[in-house]
């Protein structure tokens, strides 16, 4: 149990357009979602905090504009990647909090986005 | 927040058993000490969480001594599909505020 989706797994887009990434929690409701990016051989970075029905909170040098969350369900987090550039092209993983029975949190199986 | 300090990384052979000791000194009271693995291009994966003493499941034990200033994952019989890296993580008050990941270890499985 306790599963978020991740989608699409991987995605190659052209400079200027935007793409945008979906994390489904399938068996519970995630009211919180973290955003994670991860360039090669790097830890995991926390870009952002969503709340479902309200703002996210973003991490400091991470740009709001650029990157847009919304989580306007229980079920549903997306990060829009808007006017991508090569340098934004990472490994970019979502988690949500599964509770206090021991399992902690879940993580999506991560988005792999290549900007050429 | 509290700081986790790890080896960057380690080698191994199959069949051993393999310990990854954790430091994170300013652990609070109500923290919990959790222990994840990545493979490459996958999100992290689950494997043990603790707050005192010890913990085993199927897979790994964690050790936490009595001044919780530090922790040590236990993999017994390692394989080489156990090549990854392995994250220490405290989660502050045990609840679902962010985690906060250091540079992890990465294990080398050889055969």
């Known amino acids: 149990g306790a599963v978020v989706s991740q989608h699409p797994s991987r995605v190659i887009c052209k400079s200027g357009t935007s793409v945008k990434i979906e994390c489904r929690s399938l068996?519970?409701?995630?009211?919180?979602m973290f955003w994670y990016r991860q360039f090669p051989k790097q830890s995991l970075m926390l870009m952002a905090t969503?709340?479902?029905?309200?703002?996210?909170?973003?991490e400091q040098g991470v740009e709001k504009d650029k990157f847009l969350i919304n989580h306007a369900s229980l079920t549903l987090s997306t990060l829009t990647v808007t006017s991508a550039h090569p340098e934004d092209s990472s490994f970019y993983i979502c988690?949500?909090?599964?509770?206090?029975?021991?399992?902690?949190?879940?993580f999506g199986s991560g988005t792999r986005l290549t900007v050429v | 927040l509290a700081k986790t300090t790890q080896p960057i990384s380690m080698d191994s052979y199959e069949g051993q058993e393999v310990n990854i000791t954790c430091s994170h000194n300013?652990?609070?009271?109500?923290?919990?000490i959790t222990w994840y693995q990545q493979f490459p291009s996958q999100g992290p994966r689950f494997i043990i969480q603790?707050?005192?003493t010890k913990v085993t499941n199927e897979v790994a034990s964690l050790f936490i001594p009595a001044d919780r200033k530090s922790s040590t994952l236990s993999l017994p019989r390692v394989s080489l599909s156990d090549t990854a890296v392995y994250y220490c993580?405290?989660?502050?008050?045990?609840?679902?505020?962010?985690?906060?990941f250091g540079g992890g270890t990465r294990l080398m499985v050889k055969p």
């Open positions: 988690s949500a909090w599964v509770g206090r029975g021991g399992r902690g949190y879940t």
């Open positions: 068996d519970f409701q995630a009211t919180t």
């Open positions: 969503s709340n479902e029905g309200s703002k996210a909170t973003y």
């Open positions: 300013n652990i609070a009271t109500n923290d919990y």
């Open positions: 993580l405290v989660v502050v008050n045990n609840a679902g505020n962010m985690l906060t």
């Open positions: 603790g707050y005192k």
